[in-house]
Nanobody, 122 residues
């Protein structure tokens, strides 16, 4: 599985942004999907995860109520809708695929896409 993320950019605090991740390859639906982020000088952190069917989601406390993860298995895509963005959301966001249904630990993810930079100005 190869993953390609897009949608990052420079926005102001309070704005919204939608990230997308397209998976190439034949098998997408067997994988749980997740988004992680890494801010400058910080370790990578979990942001959101969605189950194989899309019916179950999990979020980091810092983004609950503001971010929404979803997937479209027919289009091999997973999206992250980010609302009410804050400067502390500034990071490189990466999508990843796991053989587990839902996972919050990065070590459980097998495939990673390249990151897309999100910068939120105050």
């Amino acid at each position: 599985v190869q993953l390609q993320a897009s949608g990052g950019g420079l926005v102001q605090a309070g704005d919204s942004l939608r990230l997308s991740c397209v998976a190439s390859g034949r098998f997408f639906s067997p994988y749980g999907m997740g988004w992680f982020r890494q801010a400058p000088g910080k370790e990578r952190e979990f942001v959101a995860a969605v189950s194989r069917s899309g019916g179950t989601t999990d979020y980091a406390d810092s983004v609950k109520g503001r971010f929404t993860i979803s997937r479209d298995n027919a289009k091999n895509t997973v999206s992250l809708q980010m609302n009410s963005l804050k400067p502390e959301d500034t990071a490189v966001y990466s999508c990843a695929a796991t053989p587990h249904n839902v996972a919050t630990r990065g070590s459980l993810y097998k495939y990673w896409g390249q990151g897309t930079l999100v910068t939120v100005s105050s």
